[in-house]
């Protein structure tokens, strides 16, 4: 701004005065120039802190010669406050966590750990879809058993392929989301017989599979074959929540977070997704975050937080509904159970049940297979992903040898064979009386849901 002239005074005295404005729009000046510097110093913090180190410039996933796989990304201040306008503006240091991860990996038996990987071994793409299907709504915990006996059992994909479906859903007993275990046979069968026992290497071909969805067909292909794509689950939401202070719930925000994890996946993307996943499980995870110990606690906008596991933010919950209905135990003078197979759709299609009634939206009379006198033993709850099932439990000990149209008797030391859903372990344990084994060692406990 140019300084102002004045008019209709004398010479020195407009002189004088013309001095003081100046003077006065000098220091105007120099104030807004301090303002301004702030400013910029702040808006860049971020770009200094990465050019001094790597001798980056503005711009997104810029990789360094000595550091090929970090990618640098920046955020306007602005965007903590009010963040995530754009995926490919934030900071997080890829590398960083790639060397987290190549000393903290868990040791898991689906795994090749990142030093096996330095050295050539290759993932084994049966191992990891079978590991990847069994870990979808199940702890990692639960799953390395059941994973250790079905690759015992049934060593290669064509071994699966060639089982009886009851055989796999007897062996999958107890871990609950039956459909995964059908369509787990099924898709052993397309891979055997169609494919010649190889398992497609792109991600998008692997959708076609049975029971593998967009999650599932991502992380087969980023593990065994390195494929550039983003690898989702709830971990990786909770690191991103946190890291980009996600001002919404998760489930608004799925495509931001997907497009933002994209923009960061390098050339090491099997090493990068499983590192994503360990941090969610191990540092930052659902109510601890580990901040002081975690590879990306310089970026991290809820680092600064007295709390960070406030993100992600909450959704309010939805009631679940309630339906109701009635188990019937029916034994035999030896302690056999009579036992039938559920029909070949719906929940639960195909596995093992005792007889029972339909499952209704309110309480209904029991109406019982046998006449007799049936006790009633008490409840059981069980809570499906849509509904919350409650059943009475009734039993009634009977000398007939076909107490209902179909069936078969099955002996209690035979019961561990039995495709019996943990709903169905549920009603035995009351049956029972008591969730502890039974005589004949048979574990009537739910491990799992259904
Ligand atoms: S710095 Fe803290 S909040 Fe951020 S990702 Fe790491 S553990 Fe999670």
Redesign the pocket.
Known sequence: MGHKVLAGKSSLAKYRVQRAANRRADSDRAVAALGRAFFLGCFFRYQLASSQIYGQTWGRGVSSPLHQSRAWHFVPIMQQINPLQKPDQFLFDVGALLDWYDEKARLLPWRIGPGERMHGVQPDPYRVWLSEIMLQQTTIVTVKDYFNRFVSRWPQVEDLARAPLNDVLAAWAGLGYYARARNLHAAAQVVATRMGGYFPRKEEALRDLPGVGPYTSAAIAAICYDEKIAVIDGNVER?MA??LLLNRPVREAKPLIRESVQTLVPPRAGDFAQAMMD?GAT??APRR???PS?P??KD?A??ILPD?TIYPLKSPKAQRPVRYGHAYVLTNPHGAIWLQRRPDTGLLAKMTETPGSNWESAPQEPAFPQPGKWGNKGNVVHIFTHFRLELQVWSLVTRDDQPCPQGWWSAQENLDEEALPSLYRKVLAVHWNSAQKNAAGFKPAAVGPD
């Open positions: 690191v946190r890291v941090l540092i930052c975050a580990n901040c975690c990306l606690n991290c809820a680092a960070p």
